[in-house]
């Protein structure tokens, strides 16, 4: 009986196991044509392990002039940096005075917001556009930020935190003497700190993987973002394979790395946020 | 006292994001609603938006693109969502407690969701291409007319909807573990006792017990595909492609590629639109499921 079942769970994880593998097998496509010569890349005695590893293209990708993708990679963290820094502060203010603040009022925002999750953003591209143009952020950073700073899954997903510490610890803290910004921060914050992990890795995959919006609200090749970069290789001929699986596995590794660094929470937060989302 | 208190910090707190509804989604969504009845080509100012009534829906009606980009959205989704979410409950399933090193397989499986999607699409759009290792791979399996991917009309979905289950099936397969993680194991081994057999308890506990995270995964599902943008962008280049081409790709195109705001911000609207009913269903459909939550 016993022996069975470790059997039918070995067999299940080789089962896995080898789905799982053909699930990476383009990742590993990339990065074994990023190693190869371009010729190479399509010869019909295909290799996974190129004779010769061209580390040469890696180092040609990166010095390039024209497509400067280290330049890119700093815009987009600093995007992104400055994305979930606001947005993660905008949506814990709201969050807790939704959880927290008893006031009359707040269900008229809080329906706004419920309202807010039916519009997608790309239904507002067109005046986002004139609004920058008209005010001068279009082809800056900001038309990218500011807007992102608007989450509504943010805030919602906060709020079922917040909700869940007891509520006799705000009742102390106020008998205290101590205001709600001091609660927020001192009680709130420190208490919430896995799902607001969680929270930075998924803004942070977000805009490090957006395409629609820097590539309307960026023309400046200094400003663009590593999809943009990405995008720029993509008029590429054959001649260029290599170097497009370069640049691709390039801007894939740091994310995953990110990724295997925090997947504890991240798996964590996602599998208590999306259940509820 | 307290009370008054609590009311000026409650609005001082809401009042950063109320700022960001009111600039980011609630203007916008207004001034492009005036826009769809409007011709304007931006470049001409504030003064050149003519106001031309309904003609721009009038005439998203005659649109052969809209159209198709309308009856692939159908398309995709048929093709995608009962995939991708079969798949993910089927993996989810086995990942939970029936095999070994479950969390270095569930790597495996989310690594594709956080990937970059233009690097991906940019390999499949070689992986895909007629002299591809695809198309290596079934010339070695005895293929002799080989498909063009790309310039065949009836094949051209084909590459973008494998890139899509691809990389959805990670977030889904976590989502739908926690779902099963949830479940009672009284249930099973009630069932087990009654003689249930494995395929029985699947399909008799599971899967009603998990039914309302499926609803939620095809709602969400659903949505994503209807905005559908960077993978049929990058494969399949500049030139408009009817036979895979998506609505927020010819918003994109009407508006930053033509200039015809007011005709793009029509489109917007019926995006706008679809989008608000998928939601409301999910809402309508939230409250009936909730019996199973708790």
């Given at each position: 009986?016993?022996?069975?079942?470790?059997?039918?769970?070995?067999?299940?994880?080789?089962?896995?196991?080898?789905?799982?593998?053909?699930?990476?097998?383009?990742?590993?496509?990339?990065?074994?044509?990023?190693?190869?010569?371009?010729?190479?890349?399509?010869?019909?005695?295909?290799?996974?392990?190129?004779?010769?590893?061209?580390?040469?293209?890696?180092?040609?990708?990166?010095?390039?002039?024209?497509?400067?993708?280290?330049?890119?990679?700093?815009?987009?963290?600093?995007?992104?940096?400055?994305?979930?820094?606001?947005?993660?502060?905008?949506?814990?203010?709201?969050?807790?005075?939704f959880?927290?603040?008893?006031?009359?009022?707040?269900?008229?925002?809080?329906?706004?917001?419920?309202?807010?999750m039916?519009?997608?953003?790309?239904?507002?591209?067109?005046?986002?556009?004139?609004?920058f143009?008209?005010?001068?952020?279009?082809?800056t950073?900001?038309?990218?930020?500011?807007?992102?700073?608007?989450?509504?899954?943010?805030?919602?997903?906060?709020?079922?935190?917040?909700?869940k510490?007891?509520?006799?610890?705000?009742?102390?803290?106020?008998?205290?003497?101590a205001?709600?910004?001091?609660i927020?921060?001192?009680?709130?914050?420190?208490?919430?700190?896995?799902?607001?992990?969680?929270?930075?890795?998924?803004?942070?995959?977000?805009?490090?993987?957006?395409?629609?919006?820097?590539?309307?609200?960026?023309?400046d090749?200094?400003?663009?973002?590593?999809?943009?970069?990405?995008?720029?290789?993509?008029?590429?001929?054959?001649?260029?394979?290599?170097?497009?699986?370069?640049?691709?596995?390039?801007?894939?590794?740091?994310?995953?790395f990110?990724?295997?660094?925090?997947?504890?929470?991240?798996?964590?937060?996602?599998?208590?946020?999306g259940?509820?989302g | 006292?307290?009370?008054?208190?609590?009311?000026?910090?409650?609005?001082?707190?809401?009042?950063?994001?109320?700022?960001?509804?009111?600039?980011?989604?609630?203007?916008?969504?207004?001034?492009?609603?005036?826009?769809?009845?409007?011709?304007?080509?931006?470049?001409?100012?504030?003064?050149?938006?003519?106001?031309?009534?309904?003609?721009?829906?009038?005439?998203?009606?005659?649109?052969?693109?809209?159209?198709?980009?309308?009856?692939?959205?159908?398309?995709?989704?048929?093709?995608?969502?009962p995939?991708?979410?079969?798949?993910?409950?089927?993996?989810?399933?086995?990942?939970?407690?029936?095999?070994?090193?479950?969390?270095?397989?569930?790597?495996?499986?989310?690594?594709?969701?956080?990937?970059n999607?233009?690097?991906?699409?940019?390999?499949?759009?070689?992986?895909?291409?007629?002299?591809?290792?695809?198309?290596?791979?079934?010339?070695?399996?005895?293929?002799?007319?080989?498909?063009?991917?790309?310039?065949?009309?009836?094949?051209?979905?084909?590459?973008?909807?494998?890139?899509?289950?691809?990389?959805?099936?990670?977030?889904?397969?976590?989502?739908?573990?926690?779902?099963?993680?949830?479940?009672?194991?009284?249930?099973?081994?009630?069932?087990?006792?009654?003689?249930?057999?494995?395929?029985?308890?699947?399909?008799?506990?599971?899967?009603?017990?998990?039914?309302?995270?499926?609803?939620?995964?095809?709602?969400?599902?659903?949505?994503?595909?209807?905005?559908?943008?960077?993978?049929?962008?990058?494969?399949?280049?500049?030139?408009?492609?009817?036979?895979s081409?998506?609505?927020?790709?010819?918003?994109?195109?009407?508006?930053?590629?033509?200039?015809?705001?007011?005709?793009?911000?029509?489109?917007?609207?019926?995006?706008?639109?679809?989008?608000?009913?998928?939601?409301?269903?999910?809402?309508?459909?939230?409250k009936?499921?909730?019996?199973?939550?708790?």
């Amino acid at each position: 009986m016993k022996k069975a079942t470790v059997r039918r769970k070995l067999i299940a994880t080789v089962i896995l196991f080898i789905i799982g593998l053909a699930f990476l097998l383009p990742l590993l496509w990339m990065i074994s044509s990023s190693l190869k010569k371009s010729s190479e890349v399509f010869s019909a005695n295909f290799t996974w392990i190129p004779k010769t590893p061209q580390y040469k293209t890696y180092v040609s990708v990166l010095n390039s002039k024209s497509i400067p993708l280290l330049q890119m990679m700093k815009n987009t963290v600093i995007i992104a940096a400055a994305t979930i820094f606001g947005q993660l502060l905008i949506a814990s203010l709201a969050a807790y005075a939704f959880a927290c603040i008893p006031f009359r009022g707040k269900n008229i925002v809080f329906i706004m917001l419920l309202c807010a999750m039916m519009i997608p953003s790309q239904a507002t591209l067109i005046p986002r556009f004139v609004l920058f143009s008209y005010i001068g952020l279009y082809n800056t950073h900001w038309a990218l930020i500011l807007p992102a700073w608007f989450s509504v899954s943010s805030v919602f997903l906060l709020r079922q935190f917040y909700q869940k510490i007891p509520g006799e610890l705000i009742e102390a803290a106020t008998v205290d003497g101590a205001g709600h910004l001091r609660i927020w921060a001192r009680i709130m914050l420190p208490l919430t700190r896995s799902v607001m992990t969680s929270l930075i890795i998924l803004v942070f995959i977000a805009s490090w993987n957006e395409l629609l919006t820097p590539m309307i609200f960026l023309t400046d090749k200094k400003l663009f973002t590593v999809s943009l970069g990405i995008n720029l290789y993509n008029a590429g001929d054959q001649d260029l394979i290599n170097k497009v699986m370069a640049a691709a596995t390039i801007v894939t590794m740091p994310v995953i790395f990110v990724f295997l660094m925090f997947q504890k929470q991240f798996v964590e937060g996602i599998m208590t946020a999306g259940i509820k989302g | 006292m307290l009370r008054r208190r609590n009311t000026i910090a409650g609005w001082l707190f809401l009042a950063p994001i109320i700022l960001l509804f009111l600039t980011f989604i609630a203007f916008p969504l207004l001034f492009s609603g005036y826009l769809s009845f409007t011709r304007w080509d931006f470049v001409s100012g504030m003064k050149g938006i003519e106001w031309i009534g309904l003609k721009n829906f009038q005439n998203l009606l005659h649109d052969q693109i809209f159209l198709y980009a309308l009856e692939n959205a159908v398309i995709y989704i048929l093709c995608i969502v009962p995939v991708s979410v079969i798949c993910s409950l089927i993996l989810a399933y086995l990942l939970n407690n029936k095999v070994y090193i479950k969390n270095i397989l569930r790597l495996f499986y989310f690594i594709p969701y956080i990937s970059n999607a233009v690097a991906l699409a940019m390999v499949f759009k070689y992986l895909f291409r007629a002299s591809g290792p695809i198309n290596l791979v079934l010339a070695n399996l005895g293929v002799t007319d080989l498909p063009q991917w790309f310039s065949n009309p009836s094949l051209a979905k084909i590459p973008i909807i494998t890139l899509v289950i691809w990389t959805s099936i990670g977030y889904q397969v976590l989502i739908y573990m926690a779902a099963l993680q949830d479940v009672p194991i009284q249930l099973y081994e009630a069932a087990e006792i009654d003689g249930a057999s494995g395929t029985q308890r699947f399909f008799k506990i599971t899967i009603p017990m998990i039914s309302p995270t499926t609803f939620y995964l095809v709602i969400i599902r659903t949505i994503a595909v209807f905005k559908l943008f960077t993978s049929v962008k990058i494969m399949t280049g500049t030139t408009s492609e009817r036979s895979s081409t998506t609505l927020v790709l010819e918003i994109f195109r009407q508006s930053f590629d033509k200039y015809n705001f007011g005709y793009a911000s029509a489109m917007s609207w019926v995006l706008f639109m679809i989008i608000l009913i998928v939601t409301l269903i999910q809402m309508k459909g939230q409250k009936k499921w909730v019996h199973y939550g708790s």
